[in-house]
Every structure is written in C-alpha cells, then in structure tokens.
C-alpha cells in the first residue's frame, strides 16, 4: 500500500477509494477552465482528497461544496479550506437537492475509477439539479462515453449518456501525475444536460438501451424479441446490429416499440412472499 504524505497529514491510499492523488498544478487548472464555472456559480466536487483540484477550483469561486468519503482526507480539507463546505460522505447516498437549493451546480471531479458508471448514473438521474459534469475518469471509459456509432467502443454507457447529456471528450492524461500510479491512463470529459429531455420515459429508454444492446453480434430483432413488439418497426431496421445506430434513430426506434410484459408486474412476482403452495 502506498504511503501519501501531503502536508500534516499521511495516509495509506485506499484502492479500495480510488485514491490516485493528482501531483501536477496544470492540469487542475486545465480541468477547471474547461469546466466554464465563473465567479458566482455552485460548485460541487466529488472526492476532494488532498485537495489539488479543490485549489484549483478556489481560483475561481470562493466557496464551494464538496463530497469526501475518506474521514482522514474530509479532516484534512476542513482544517486546510474552511471555506469549502466539505461533506463527509459517499457521493452515491448524499442527497442533491439541499445542494442545489440555490441554482443548478457544476459538477468537478477526479472521480474514483471503481465507481465511475455509477457515479454517472446518478448524474443522469439528478441531471435536472446539474448544469454540467467535468470529470476525470479511466481513459478507456472516457472513450465510452463519447463513442460514435460504428466503433466498439459504443454501447450502453454512450448512449445512455448521449441521449440525455451534449457529451465532450476534453483531453488525455497520463498515469505518471498521479500518485500513487494508476495502471491505467486518464481522460476528462464534460457532459451538460440538455434543456429537455428527448424521451419521456427514461427508465423504459433505460431497460430499452440495455436489452437492444444486450449481445452485441445479434441483429436488433434478435436481441428485442423476448421483451418487444416489433410489429410496427421496419424490417431493415431489424436486420441491422444496435451500434449502427445513431442515439437519435435509437430513441426514434424507442417510442416505436412496446413492451410485451410489464416491468411492474416482474417487480411484484419479484417481491411477493414465498407461497407454500407453489413449490409443491
Ligand atoms: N481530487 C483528488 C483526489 C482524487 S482520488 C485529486 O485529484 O488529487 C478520488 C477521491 O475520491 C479520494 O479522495 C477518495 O477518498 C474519494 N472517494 C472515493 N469514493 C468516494 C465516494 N463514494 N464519495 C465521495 N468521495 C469518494
């Protein structure tokens, strides 16, 4: 385990956290300009740590808030910026809303990697409380997520991302600035909600996106068929492989369908109490 030692305080990073601390003054800097925030905005960072980009973003706003799971690292930025309103807490539990009370935040972070997806499920979910997202993530997820139609890396994640958010590839960084080193490579990227949304349904796009994607070497048909009527979508369409198409044709393919078992009914059968009688 690496020791960190950053000022009064020395921790053994946890991977369990993620806890690949940033050591370079540049690019917290970058990350903040091309974040857009300007004197006045809300503010929310997700694992502050020992606060490299937390300095950074105090360039800009004088207060912010931030979300720190590590009760040793939450100490250490209470003491060391007073001015940040640090929650000590995990990211995925702490409610939003009291955040959000006094306009829409801009979200900043050097996110922990093992929790990146659903990290950005629940800026999905919130995205009404979120004016934008500038996050650090592993670089092959970053790719993911701004993936085109056509490539491998295109799937759940980028359309799921790209229907409801403008999704912005920012720029590449290598492991050597962190520590301790990751084994991977980072990226950052920038999503910003879109001002309505293109599906009204978003948890029946959500089931939607996971089914027609489901394997991706079968035909559209294929992969529907169990849980869909197609009857009123064209052929050719059938025929093609999800990743032909573009998150628009997606979410036009989307309101064409319905489904042919309700997802509420599995949920009770789900939840129902254990019946004597039907395991004779
Ligand atoms: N922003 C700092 C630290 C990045 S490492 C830097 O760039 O140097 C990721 C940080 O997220 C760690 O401080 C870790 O303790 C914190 N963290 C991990 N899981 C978290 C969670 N669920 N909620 C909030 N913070 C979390």
Do not use: W
């Not at 990290?119 to 997520?145: G, Y």
Request: charged fraction near 30%; hydrophobic fraction near 40%.
């Amino acid at each position: 385990m690496t020791k960190v030692e950053y000022k009064h305080t020395h921790i053994a990073a946890k991977k369990k956290l993620g806890q690949n601390f940033l050591t370079d003054r540049n690019i917290p800097r970058k990350i903040v300009r091309e974040s857009g925030i300007a004197p006045g905005d809300r503010v929310l960072e997700i694992g502050p740590g020992f606060g490299a980009l937390s300095t950074a973003i105090l360039e800009t706003v004088h207060s912010f808030t931030a979300i720190e799971k590590d009760k040793e690292l939450a100490r250490f930025i209470r003491q060391e910026h007073p001015e940040i309103e640090l929650i000590e807490g995990d990211f995925l539990k702490v409610p939003l809303e009291p955040i959000a009370e006094g306009g829409k935040i801009a979200v900043l972070g050097n996110i922990p990697y093992s929790i990146t997806s659903p990290i950005l499920f629940r800026l999905l979910d919130n995205r009404h409380l979120i004016s934008s997202a500038t996050l650090m993530m592993q670089h092959e997820v970053a790719l993911r997520l701004a993936a085109e139609p056509g490539t491998k890396e295109y799937g759940i994640l980028a359309v799921q991302l790209q229907a409801f958010c403008e999704v912005k590839y920012l720029f590449k960084v290598g492991r050597a600035v962190f520590k301790p080193r990751p084994e991977v490579d980072s990226a950052v990227i920038r999503m910003v909600p879109k001002a309505t949304d293109p599906v009204a349904d978003s948890e029946g796009f959500r089931r939607f996106v996971r089914c027609i994607f489901h394997q991706r070497r079968k035909t559209i048909l294929n992969n529907l068929k169990e849980e869909y009527d197609t009857s009123s979508v064209p052929e050719i369409t059938l025929k093609l492989r999800a990743e032909a198409l573009e998150v628009k044709e997606l979410i036009d393919l989307f309101e064409l369908l319905r489904p042919l078992k309700s997802p509420d009914k599995s949920v009770i059968t789900a939840t129902e109490p254990p019946d004597a009688s039907s395991s004779v």
